[in-house]
């Protein structure tokens, strides 16, 4: 006897899921397997790259299980989530758990030298600071004013956690895992690097642009400490 199917929307998203992680619509083979989930309540602080590293989970598979129309948690809505990828928190410096082979594994912080940074991710001008006011929430990184195109690199060296070409409000959207930190690149005009890669402090992650709700060129660079944000131009001022 088949299991009770969950709930219509679940499974609509589920199902959308699934066709979208194979890239388009199967002929004729009947309905795709849904994978088991879990309920997951969304608790007060959790963001989508906490749960990420609590679960091992790409942000993108978050977002498409669930049909995410926006970037930011809501306290006590429920989410879908592979069976077993959430359980309690992880205190800093334990082991996350991964949901398969191609999830995101955390990076030990690379050992000081050629290639391991930091440095300034694009050459541009600082036009808005962490902590400024904005939309009644304090801004969670800088962002950097910069020439359309202009290279933008990994700060420090690390691994690819997140590639996404349309992530919400910050369009073309990169995340690096260092170890100890992790670092965003929004609202580029291409990515040129995929999920799993190893890059060095330096190394082209993609363009400046404009993508998302971004109304100049510019880069959007935010460092995470245990899923806080903290302010990288103090970092930054050590970088070459």
Not at 48 to 75: C, D, F, H, K, Y
Request: with cysteine; hydrophobic share 40%.
């Amino acid at each position: 006897m088949r299991s009770p199917a969950p709930p219509p929307l679940a499974r609509i998203a589920l199902a959308a899921s699934l066709v979208l992680a194979a890239g388009g619509c199967c002929g004729g083979a009947g309905a795709p397997v849904e994978p088991p989930t879990d309920a997951y309540t969304v608790r007060e602080g959790d963001t989508l790259m906490a749960l990420q590293r609590r679960s091992g989970v790409r942000i993108s598979e978050i977002v498409r299980i669930n049909r995410l129309p926006a970037a930011r948690l809501t306290p006590g809505t429920v989410l879908r989530l592979p069976r077993g990828a959430v359980g309690e928190p992880h205190p800093p410096g334990h082991p996350v758990p991964h949901a398969g082979p191609d999830a995101p594994r955390p990076t030990p912080a690379p050992a000081p030298g050629a290639g391991s940074g930091p440095c300034w991710p694009v050459r541009g001008t600082v036009r808005t600071r962490f902590g400024a006011w904005r939309d009644d929430t304090p801004f969670p990184g800088i962002e950097i004013a910069a020439a359309k195109g202009e290279a933008v690199v990994a700060w420090r060296a690390g691994r690819v956690v997140l590639s996404e070409t349309d992530l919400f409000t910050l369009g073309q959207t990169v995340i690096v895992d260092h170890g100890d930190t992790q670092s965003l690149y929004a609202h580029l005009s291409e990515v040129v690097v995929r999920v799993g890669q190893t890059v060095a402090a330096g190394e082209r992650l993609g363009a400046v642009g404009e993508s998302g709700r971004a109304t100049a060129p510019l880069l959007r660079f935010c460092v995470y400490r245990n899923d806080t944000p903290i302010d990288p131009e103090p970092l930054l001022r050590r970088a070459r």
